[in-house]
T-cell receptor
Framework: QKEVEQDPGPLSVPEGAIVSLNCTYS??????FMWYRQYSRKGPELLMY????GNKEDGRFTAQVDKSSKYISLFIRDSQPSDSATYLC???????????FGAGTRLTVKP | GAVVSQHPSWVICKSGTSVKIECRSL??????MFWYRQFPKQSLMLMAT?????????EQGVEKDKFLINHASLTLSTLTVTSAHPEDSSFYIC????????FGPGTRLLVL
C-alpha cells in the first residue's frame, strides 16, 4: 500500500463547477498537509497548507483534513479554465521534513 | 516573486556526459534542500536531502555515486547527474524553505 493515494484522473469539469479532489494516507504520523498546483512543465506551487485536522479556506479554495479517517480534500468553487492543472496532495510528519506526495490529479476545466 | 531558482531550466545532452543542476534560495538561507525527480504523468519522488556542510542523505534505490549532491553554501545546492543515460531523462526539482517550503521551477533533462 502506498503511503499516499490519490486518483490521477483525468478529471474534466465545465467552467463554474465545484471540484472535489481527495487523498487518503496510511501514516498516522502525518500532521502537515499541503496541496500543490502544477502547470505543465513547471514546478509545483503551494496552494494550501494545513496543520492537523480541520478546514481552511482561501478564496475559491477550501482544504479539509480528517485525521481520524486519514482523508484530505481540496474543493475549488466556481472553477475557471485557468484552474486546469495537476493538483498534488502532500503531507509530512514534521515541518520542514521531506514530504510524501500523491500521484497528482490532472484537472481540466472546460470553458 | 520566485524564492527558489533552478538552472538550467532544460538541458539536452548525449549519453555518457555529466549534467550539473543548480538550485538557489533567493531570499533566505537554506540549510536543507530536497531534490525530487518526476517522470511524465507520475508524482514527485524524493531522491535525496542535502544539508549545508554535510553529506546528503539518499533515498533507497538512488545511487549516490551517480547523483552527486553538493550543498557548500546556505544559498546553493547542486545535483550532478554523472554519466547520464536515456533512462535518467526526467524533470528534476529542488525544494527548500524555512517555515514554508518552496519548489524551484524544475530542470527538464533529456538524455539522447
Amino acid at each position: 500500500q502506498k503511503e499516499v493515494e490519490q486518483d490521477p484522473g483525468p478529471l474534466s469539469v465545465p467552467e463554474g463547477a465545484i471540484v472535489s479532489l481527495n487523498c487518503t494516507y496510511s501514516n498516522s504520523a502525518f500532521q502537515y498537509f499541503m496541496w500543490y498546483r502544477q502547470y505543465s512543465r513547471k514546478g509545483p506551487e503551494l496552494l494550501m497548507y494545513t496543520y492537523s485536522s480541520g478546514n481552511k479556506e482561501d478564496g475559491r479554495f477550501t482544504a479539509q483534513v480528517d485525521k481520524s479517517s486519514k482523508y484530505i480534500s481540496l474543493f475549488i468553487r466556481d472553477s475557471q479554465p485557468s484552474d486546469s492543472a495537476t493538483y498534488l496532495c502532500a503531507m509530512s510528519a514534521s515541518n520542514n521534513n521531506d514530504m510524501r506526495f500523491g500521484a497528482g490529479t490532472r484537472l481540466t476545466v472546460k470553458p | 516573486g520566485a524564492v527558489v531558482s533552478q538552472h538550467p531550466s532544460w538541458v539536452i545532452c548525449k549519453s555518457g556526459t555529466s549534467v550539473k543542476i543548480e538550485c538557489r534560495s533567493l531570499d533566505f538561507q537554506a540549510t536543507t534542500m530536497f531534490w525530487y525527480r518526476q517522470f511524465p504523468k507520475q508524482s514527485l519522488m524524493l531522491m535525496a536531502t542535502s544539508n549545508e556542510g554535510s553529506k546528503a542523505t539518499y533515498e533507497q534505490g538512488v545511487e549516490k555515486d551517480k547523483f552527486l549532491i553538493n550543498h557548500a553554501s546556505l544559498t546553493l545546492s547542486t545535483l550532478t547527474v554523472t554519466s547520464a543515460h536515456p533512462e535518467d531523462s526526467s524533470f528534476y526539482i529542488c525544494k527548500t524553505g524555512q517555515e514554508t517550503q518552496y519548489f524551484g521551477p524544475g530542470t527538464r533533462l533529456l538524455v539522447l
